[in-house]
């Protein structure tokens, strides 16, 4: 099982449709995912159409009170596991920061899976802040996706969460910590400025910036209010081909082959 952190500490620019979407299309190409969210506004919960308390999410289990393998839920999407959040979690950032080990206790739990074998990935939806809970997905993760989105104010959040990477490889928490990749989000062809910011991370990510680019899409924007991933609300639409070509080349990046 290799962990997958969808991260940026700036808001709206679609992350969690990312982690709910690109999750939804691994399953699609055969691959069976476990979906965390670690955001206490629970949008990838209510997104995928999962209601749940704080006895649901990870909570207790980071503070030594419940087995993790207890938290994971069915979805009622084929190969897909989820482990939800609510407002509660929230706390458990103040008991954290009381702990030595805040940052590598979820790497922790999250290693104690990968033996089990019952996923092949596990996707981190992280909270748009630099707080407890982000640093300690970073930390767990073997690999990290940062959707960005296409404004110049974007760029200016990547260099923080890059650097936010490297101070997590030097502390010793996860020194193989690894951006996998740069999802541009929001995208419209259309628009000098998204050519112009695709443009400028390609200068200085080619290797880690994506191919496939989400376009803007009022589907998109619809599907969580309907509990949906975008494959269930628009199928045929562009955003879920572009989804679905994420996790292609997603996958080929991994060296594995999609169904």
């Not at 700036?10 to 979407?21: E, L, P, Q, R, Y």
């Not at 207790?60 to 009622?76: C, E, F, N, T």
């Not at 030595?100 to 996707?123: A, M, S």
Request: glycine share 8%.
């Amino acid at each position: 099982m290799k962990v997958i952190a969808i991260g940026n500490q700036k808001g709206g620019v679609g992350k969690t449709t990312t982690a709910i979407n690109l999750s939804a299309a691994l399953t699609r190409l055969g691959q069976r995912v476990l979906l965390i969210d670690l955001d206490p506004q629970a949008n990838t919960t209510s997104g995928i159409g999962v209601e749940a308390d704080g006895d649901a999410t990870l909570y207790p289990v980071l503070l030594g009170m419940a087995d993790i393998r207890d938290k994971i839920q069915p979805s009622r999407l084929e190969r897909l596991s989820v482990i939800p959040s609510a407002m509660d979690l929230a706390g458990v950032e103040i008991e954290l920061a009381r702990s030595d080990d805040h940052l590598t206790r979820l790497r922790g739990l999250l290693q104690g899976l990968k033996p089990n074998d019952l996923f092949d990935f596990c996707v981190l939806d992280t909270p748009p802040s630099l707080g407890v809970l982000m640093t300690s997905a970073l930390a767990a993760a073997d690999e990290v996706i940062i959707p960005l989105q296409c404004e110049w104010f974007g760029l200016e959040g990547l260099a923080k969460i890059v650097h936010v990477l490297e101070q997590i490889r030097e502390s010793g928490a996860s020194p193989e910590l690894k951006l996998e990749g740069i999802v541009m989000t929001m995208f419209d062809s259309r628009t000098n400025l998204a050519r112009q910011v695709v443009e400028e991370v390609s200068q200085y990510f080619p290797e880690q910036l994506y191919r496939t680019y989400i376009p803007r899409s009022i589907k998109l924007g619809e599907a969580p209010s309907h509990g949906r991933t975008i494959f269930e609300h628009d199928a045929n639409g562009t955003a879920a081909q572009a989804y679905l070509s994420l996790g292609k080349e997603f996958l080929q990046r991994q060296g594995v082959a999609s169904d």
